[in-house]
């Protein structure tokens, strides 16, 4: 099978396009580069399955979306959309329509945040969970392969139920990580679609030479009976499901089941999860189980219908302890959906003396890490916390869970990279491309996880790469990278990089400075204390004048992904070179090829730029000098300032009004340093308009 690296959205877009003929869409964060693609792939001409192009129809709400997915499929087309958020929740109505009258539906989501006390765009399942009273049965996906996999099953899964499906998975987290996938190639994808199916949807289509009538109004005496009809088709989900799955297997070599048990066959802990924490679960298995321990973990796949009996063979039979892990809040319920799901299933297996606790983590995109994995398990004790909180510290009404903050998972296969860029600047795009030439030139795998502040252009963007021979479960930020490269010498003020670099690794930084006594001179105290105290090799390189030098304008991003493969020789450098340059060639011969010919020349030039800086290991024995800035207020100090130094994950519950409401008149305080250049005033030529006044902000 063909290996591509690819993100979950576009996996997705893959098996969404192949499979359809209508999309009617609306754009909403993380989903909409879904629709981008497929709208693409249609004015290209590109085939799908059904050897059509698909139909795409981009409406004004997701409302309407809705609305017109349900008359297209009323009207006999195979029809798909792609949402989140509050934009799922503005077509529950058609849902619920869709669902009852037994139309195969697809809906893709990238499982985003609702908005509360504040708007997030990040991900977690409270989108999803508001809609599974609708009717529609609920697939879930754990990373990019298993994204192509289940929206492959979805279609299939519909069109044998005459039923809706919505698929999803974690918005961000796996929606635009970037990974190894096998790709399913349009052949198999034809051979697996039921077209016999296909063909009895249709006829059951409206068609004005075979009148019916649907969605009538019914009163009292016949509601309740026609609802209960359905229930047929409902029973059977669980089996055509697994019959999906199934196939899938003999044609990929993929196993999935309802429910996919992992771990210890002697576990007596087991944690119950869905979605991309999964794998970061797995992970952790592997290496507490490699220690003595006996643990497990249980993948919910189909989460809706919720089928009990397969649930009770996922069982290990020494199981003694169920953590229940749930990444949405219901306030006010007796517990979380899955949690609450578990609980029923156990009470009607007569297993009730499983002792079973549910909790909440990853709300709003959080991070879900091994050390919170290992504080789950560490609960699941007869005393065991219950409707726990882990990941952050609630020092109000004490749900949270204690985390090892030092419990990393070494693993030598892996290694580990961080860039830290600023909008605009191509350092996504660089940690992009120099992902998909190590992930397909070479057999090793590759993911790339990508962070972005609020302030989008200008702002901080965390690029987290990993590389390694064996299979990348790592679902989380990188935290014990060899390589940390810094494009902003303002950065080095603001945040604590080195925090995250491991002992002997390699600090690349990007600045205005081209001697060694200038970084001598400039360099922060603190940054040279923590890079002295982990024995760093320290690299500079003047990228932004290089980049001016070559017309490159503020693009450094070929310089730095050309330094970054000198430095680490993951792949041998020479090949490294000529990736690039094919990579330059796709990316901009749109531009022109004197463009090209440019970014040919960074590549080749960029490593004769670059200074190695022997540094006094006496920096470890620097001292800081203490902050007594008094003009900022308390709010700003306390909430504020750990926000802007990439601290937030620190501030407890108790720092936060409830309400979400905060004080004004704090940006005054923020002074991020981050232009490459400073405007001139040129007083003989001023006519005194004071624009330069109204929009500089120097």
């Known amino acids: 099978m063909k290996k591509t690296m690819m ?34 792939w249609a004015n290209a001409g590109k085939l799908n399955a059904l050897d059509g192009t698909l139909n795409i129809i981009e409406m004004q709400s997701e409302a309407g979306a809705a609305g017109a997915m349900h008359g297209s499929l009323a009207g006999g087309a195979l029809t798909t959309t792609f949402t989140a958020s509050q934009g799922l929740l503005l077509m529950i109505p058609n849902m619920y329509k869709m669902a009852g009258e037994l139309l195969p539906a697809v809906f893709h989501v990238s499982a985003r945040t609702l908005a509360t006390h504040a708007l997030s765009i ?66 198999t994808i034809k051979e697996l679609l039921p077209m016999e199916k296909i063909a009895e949807f249709r006829k059951r289509a409206l068609n004005s030479d075979k009148p019916h009538q649907q969605g ?72 507490l189980n490699k ?20 649930f009770a063979n996922s069982l290990p039979k020494s199981i003694k302890y169920i953590g229940v892990l749930d990444k949405t809040k219901e306030s006010g319920s007796v517990g979380e959906p899955i949690y609450l799901d578990v609980i029923s299933a156990l009470a009607e297996m007569n297993r009730s003396n499983i002792k079973t606790v549910g909790g909440r983590y990853g709300l709003g995109g959080k991070d879900f890490t091994p050390s919170m994995v290992k504080a789950v398990f560490d609960n699941l004790n007869k005393n065991a916390k219950t409707h726990f909180t882990v990941g952050i510290v609630d020092d ?61 252009s200008g702002g901080v963007t965390i690029s987290h790469l990993r ?3 064996s299979l990348i479960k790592s679902n989380y930020l990188v935290n014990n990278a060899e390589v940390i490269i810094c494009n902003k010498t303002s950065y080095l003020n603001n945040y604590d990089l080195v925090n995250d670099l491991k002992p ?25 204390i923590n890079l002295a105290n ?92 203490v902050d007594n800035n008094t003009q900022q207020d308390a709010y700003y100090k306390d909430f504020i300032a750990p926000i802007l130094k990439l601290k937030g994950n620190d501030l407890k519950v108790s720092s936060f009004s409830a309400d979400g409401k905060v004080p004004t008149d704090t940006s005054k305080y923020e002074k991020r340093g981050i232009a490459a250049e400073c405007p001139l005033w040129l007083e003989g030529k001023c006519i005194q308009c004071n624009q330069c006044a109204f929009v500089c902000p120097h």
């Open 7 to 40: 993100d979950g959205n576009l996996a997705v877009a893959h098996v969404a396009y192949a499979c359809s003929e209508v999309a009617t869409i609306y754009p909403i964060t993380p989903s909409s580069t879904m629709a981008e693609t497929c709208d693409e």
């Open 122 to 187: 990040f991900g977690d399942h409270s989108d999803v969970m508001a809609t599974r009273q609708t009717g529609f049965n609920m697939l879930a996906s754990s990373n990019p392969q298993e994204a192509m996999d289940m929206g492959l099953i979805a279609h299939i899964a519909s069109l044998k139920t005459s039923l809706p499906f919505l698929h999803f998975f974690d918005g961000f987290r796996t929606s635009h990580q970037i990974n190894n996938v096998e790709e399913i190639s349009l052949d």
């Open 216 to 287: 009538t109004a019914q009163n009292p005496d016949i509601f309740f009976q026609n609802r209960e009809a359905s229930n047929v088709y409902y029973n059977k989900v669980a089996n055509l499901v697994q019959e999906s799955f199934d196939e899938l297997y003999k044609k990929t070599n993929r196993r999935y089941n309802l429910f996919d048990y992992y771990g210890d066959k002697d576990a007596e802990k087991v944690i119950v999860v869905m979605g991309s924490a999964s794998d970061t679960v797995e992970e952790t298995i592997d290496f």
């Open 291 to 310: 220690k003595g321990e006996k643990l497990g973990l249980i993948k919910v796949r189909l989460y809706r219908p919720f089928n009990i009996e397969a």
């Open 396 to 456: 109000v009404t004490n749900t949270s869970l204690a985390v090892e903050k030092n419990f990393i998972l070494e693993n030598d296969d892996i290694i580990s990279c961080k860039f830290y860029g600023f909008g605009g600047d191509g350092t996504v795009s660089a940690s992009k491309s120099a992902i998909k030439i190590i992930g397909e030139a070479t057999n090793m795998h590759s993911q790339g996880f990508f962070e972005y502040d609020s302030k989008k």
């Open 467 to 469: 590389f390694g021979k």
């Open 504 to 528: 002997n690794g390699i600090f690349l930084l990007n600045s205005t400075y081209n001697t060694i006594e200038e970084l001598e001179e400039h360099l922060p105290t603190n940054f040279k």
């Open 534 to 625: 982990k024995n760093a090799k320290l690299y500079n390189i003047n990228a932004g004048k290089l980049a001016y030098k070559l017309d490159l304008k503020n693009k450094i991003n070929t310089i730095m992904e050309s330094i970054f493969f000198y430095l680490t020789n993951i792949i041998p450098y020479p090949l490294a070179i000529e990736k690039m340059k094919e990579q330059n060639a796709k990316s901009y011969s749109k531009f022109g090829e004197i463009v090209v010919e440019n970014n040919n020349k960074a590549v080749d030039i960029a490593s004769k730029y670059l200074l190695e800086i022997n540094y006094d290991k006496n920096w470890k024995n620097l001292t800081v000098e």
